[in-house]
């Protein structure tokens, strides 16, 4: 390598004597290019982890919320017959649809900024839907294991004590 270099700079001192010689390797040109990225990178997966935490709380927050108010719906429900998968079901589907809703106006809005983003390097790939198909699968699990355990609890509650005040 050392002499490989040493007689590159002596053709160049041949041709070019009055500017100095300098080099760079190519791949810490390309390290050098790309470390911005990769602490983006690192940072937005940060920022996504905290916010899939954040969002699970608000969630289970507002499953508990939700399912406390309508307490008295659902033992009258379990009452008249309806088992415990259809309340757990009736749940969780006011969710899913909210949930779904915002998958379709997420996955538009995330579908484009990726694609700006990454017309902006010289060798990039294009966006395929398996990955917002992976991503709304994989949300949608977690929202429905975040809301379905407020939900089983509510469902598997005694109607009587949930009635005994009326």
Request: aromatic share 12%; hydrophobic share 50%.
């Amino acid at each position: 390598m050392e002499e490989s270099l040493a007689g590159i700079e002596e053709v160049f001192k041949t041709y070019s004597p009055d500017y100095p010689f300098q080099f760079t390797f190519l791949d810490e040109l390309f390290e050098r290019q790309y470390k911005a990225d990769i602490v983006l990178g690192r940072l937005s997966m940060s920022f996504m982890e905290i916010s899939i935490i954040i969002s699970c709380l608000g969630l289970f927050g507002l499953a508990t919320f939700t399912a406390s108010r309508r307490i008295k719906e659902l033992g009258i429900r379990k009452v008249m017959g309806a088992s415990s998968l259809n309340l757990v079901l009736m749940l969780c589907g006011d969710f899913t649809k909210l949930i779904l809703i915002s998958i379709t106006i997420g996955s538009s809005i995330a579908w484009y900024l990726a694609k700006e983003y990454l017309s902006g390097f010289a060798f990039h790939v294009d966006i395929s839907g398996s990955v917002f198909l992976l991503a709304s699968v994989g949300l949608l699990t977690l929202s429905q294991l975040t809301v379905g355990y407020q939900s089983l609890k509510a469902a598997f509650t005694n109607p009587a004590a949930s009635l005994k005040n009326e």
